[in-house]
């Protein structure tokens, strides 16, 4: 960050704008969250070092994708053998997909949000709870001493109740 | 395969329990349809919303004490540009906000964020109580309650047992308090005193404040007076300035400095001369102080010669700051043996009071200030820290306790998260395949979470130990010695060693130039931190706490 303050903060701004989307991209090429942290912030440190050859800022989304979606690469092929990580070849098609969703950032939050809301406050906490860092379902079933089973049947009702919720809300503002 | 089982395999992976003949399943799906990949990425990109969402939480952390006036732990934290989702906050105890650019977001922008909180009534912090403790020395209080230092006063009774304490009102009237006494307080200007010794300082600002007495209501002018309560007889003397007496069946009286009144049940009241040297005063709680936290550090540094001589320790950071050092930069390893070159350097931070006025403790608050400390390249089978912190504000993702600078194989990182979890993690490399085939030698770190223990309210000191065996992968975390997480790492495998090198306390590593690195610096003071080349005991962690515990 040394004797190029201007350069850095544009940088950082930018960066700040695609975290979110840059870490929906990582999600469905490597299998756990702490994995996706560990190749963003890779993916971060290497376009921070290669920012001057990009000449037009305006392409740094697409940018920093391609460089995320190197790193996945690299960083999958020196995973343990685990079946949560996928052939190379489903991973380069999934990493040429390109979802359902197209709205913006903000405009797919914005509309999480307000699905969350319509959630009642039980299962509002239960799908938040166990998105949080360090969170399992397991660990969780565990320490509010409920059947794991009956916790994964719920969640997974829940994503896949969000998901419609959101894909219906951006389709009813004209946005999908 | 239908829509609701294509649903389970990728809930189920995304859960981190898919299992092998799922995983078949579920690629042999992906691989042959465009639409299933494109619903899963759908359902990828869900989850990395609400895993950004759910990072930041807000709860009662364990442990907070309930018995302390001040508000609830609802230090409600502010979100980025997307806004907080107030009506949610309001009912949970959780609240949900997208972090963006963490780590990396400026100063300035955290503070507006945070301002904006107030933007819902539920959602802001509330204050319900009238004063202040402000000076507490040895004190002992009735029942169960344990007040310190700062804490927010309610309403209501407080009884102290021995000891003395000083009590600011909101007005900005003083109370000074010194042995058994009795009062209530009713609001931020009134009080009653119904048993025992008080000494008042009401300023002009002040000026109105309104002390009841059995049998007599005294209003202040502006003045410095004081009252004893002694069963059924109270007395009120003036020493400075001028006070209204109100005794029911007589006419209101001024008692100036220098006089006294005094009224019994059987009696009617008796003027008399003020004796200011019968009376708790500034002087006497200072002396009194003083007198207390000196025999409190010798005893305290007594107890810690068995601590240093401990053949298990590695770093025996006391923070004691030597006054005619000429940098004043030095943190000394008081283990005993003397280990060459293991002394720490502090860098930014600054001297200030720690757990007790006379112990002194670097306080972190820039984000360049940290301790620099290095203890070689050994490797150990286990270890062990455990520290005295105060955390004013956790400010960042993670808030550094100790991390080794390069976070290279077997280096620890220890860490509190921005929820108040503490997270302690260690560096290891893969293992190369055995077939000598080419791989990337990414790390596959060892991370461990407590429950939510730390909160910045009341700024006060607790004791955080992690004992970790590098032979078992388990770690355990302590609070306040009560251990608060047990686990073995996921990620565990055979036999490892874990090692320091160079570590900073209070922040991470010395930046590589040119290269933009996360922000990590602790907000908050540091007093004592050890550091052990084995796991201890549960027991010995309690030890650990049982002898640093401040009052």
Not at chain 1, 34 to 43: G, I, K, L, M, R
Not at chain 2, 372 to 386: C, P, V, W
């Amino acid at each position: 960050m040394s004797g190029k303050p201007s350069n850095y903060e544009t940088f950082v701004r930018l960066l700040i704008e695609e975290e979110s989307a840059v870490k929906a991209y990582v999600r469905r090429l490597v299998p756990t969250w702490h994995d996706v942290e560990e190749v963003v912030q890779q993916t971060s440190l290497i376009a921070w070092k290669k920012f001057d050859e990009l000449d037009d800022i305006n392409r740094f989304g697409g940018w920093l994708m391609t460089i995320a979606r190197f790193e996945s690469l690299k960083y999958r092929r020196s995973l343990a053998r685990s079946p949560l990580v996928f052939s190379d070849k489903l991973a380069e098609q999934l990493a040429d997909a390109t979802g359902n969703i197209v709205a913006g950032d903000a405009d797919r939050q914005q509309a999480l949000e307000g699905c969350l809301q319509k959630l009642d406050q039980a299962r509002r906490e239960l799908i938040l709870a166990v998105h949080q860092p360090g969170v399992t379902i397991r660990g969780y079933a565990q320490q509010n001493s409920r059947p794991e089973q009956a916790i994964y049947k719920s969640v997974h009702r829940l994503r896949q109740k969000l998901l419609v919720c959101v894909k219906q809300t951006l389709a009813d503002a004209g946005l999908s | 395969m239908n829509d609701l089982r294509f649903m389970d395999l990728v809930s189920n992976w995304l859960d981190g329990s898919l299992c092998a003949i799922e995983s078949e399943e579920l690629q042999a799906v992906l691989e042959s349809s465009a639409d299933r990949r494109s619903e899963f990425v759908d359902l990828c990109g869900l989850d990395a919303d609400l895993r950004l969402m759910s990072e930041v939480v807000i709860g009662t952390p364990v442990g907070a004490d309930s018995l302390r006036a001040p508000t609830k732990a609802k230090s409600v934290r502010a979100l980025g540009s997307f806004g907080l989702i107030a009506a949610i906050a309001a009912g949970l105890f959780l609240t949900i906000g997208y972090e963006i650019g963490r780590d990396r977001k400026s100063d300035a922008e955290q503070q507006i964020a945070t301002s904006q909180v107030a933007s819902s009534d539920s959602d802001e912090v509330v204050e319900s109580g009238c004063a202040v403790l402000s000076r507490v020395v040895d004190a002992k209080f009735a029942g169960d309650v344990q007040y310190h230092e700062g804490d927010s006063l309610q309403p209501g009774q407080f009884k102290l047992l021995s000891g003395a304490v000083q009590i600011d009102f909101f007005s900005g009237a003083t109370m000074l308090i010194d042995e058994a006494a009795e009062v209530k307080l009713i609001s931020s200007w009134e009080a009653e005193c119904a048993q025992g010794k008080v000494t008042m300082h009401v300023p002009p600002l002040a000026i109105g404040f309104r002390l009841t007495l059995p049998g007599m209501k005294v209003v202040d002018l502006g003045t410095e007076f004081a009252v004893e309560v002694d069963g059924a007889e109270s007395s009120l003397h003036v020493f400075d300035g001028e006070v209204e007496a109100h005794v029911p069946g007589s006419q209101m009286q001024i008692i100036r400095e220098g006089n006294s009144l005094k009224k019994a049940t059987d009696r009617g009241v008796v003027m008399g001369i003020s004796k200011a040297a019968d009376f708790p005063s500034v002087e006497e709680f200072e002396r009194r102080k003083e007198e207390y936290y000196q025999r409190k550090t010798k005893q305290w540094r007594a107890a810690m010669n068995t601590v240093r001589s401990d053949e298990r320790i590695l770093g025996c950071y006391q923070f004691w700051r030597w006054e005619d050092e000429k940098w004043d930069r030095l943190v000394n390893n008081f283990a005993i043996p003397k280990l060459p070159y293991s002394h720490g350097s502090a860098v930014g931070a600054r001297w200030v009071d720690g757990r007790w006025p006379s112990k002194p403790a670097l306080e972190f608050k820039s984000p360049g200030d940290r301790v620099r400390i290095n203890l070689g390249k050994d490797q150990y089978e286990g270890l062990t820290m455990a520290a005295w912190i105060r955390v004013d504000g956790l400010d960042r993702k993670y808030n550094a306790l100790l991390l080794s600078d390069g976070y290279e194989d077997g280096e620890p990182h220890w860490q509190i998260e921005k929820s108040g979890r503490l997270m302690f993690s260690v560096s290891y490399m893969r293992f190369p395949p055995p077939n000598g085939q080419q791989f990337d030698p990414y790390r596959q770190d060892q991370v461990y979470s407590s429950p939510q223990v730390v909160n910045t309210d009341g700024r006060r000191w607790h004791h955080v130990a992690v004992t970790f065996d590098a032979t078992t992968g388990e770690a355990v975390q302590y609070f306040d010695g009560k251990a608060v997480s047990r686990e073995v790492s996921e990620h565990h495998l055979g036999n490892r060693k874990v090692t320091f090198g160079p570590c900073a306390i209070g922040n991470w590593g010395m930046p590589i130039e040119g290269v933009p690195f996360p922000v990590r610096n602790l907000n908050g003071r540091v007093d004592e931190f050890l550091i052990y080349k084995e796991p201890l005991s549960g027991d010995e962690i309690s030890n650990l706490y049982e002898l640093g515990i401040p009052n």
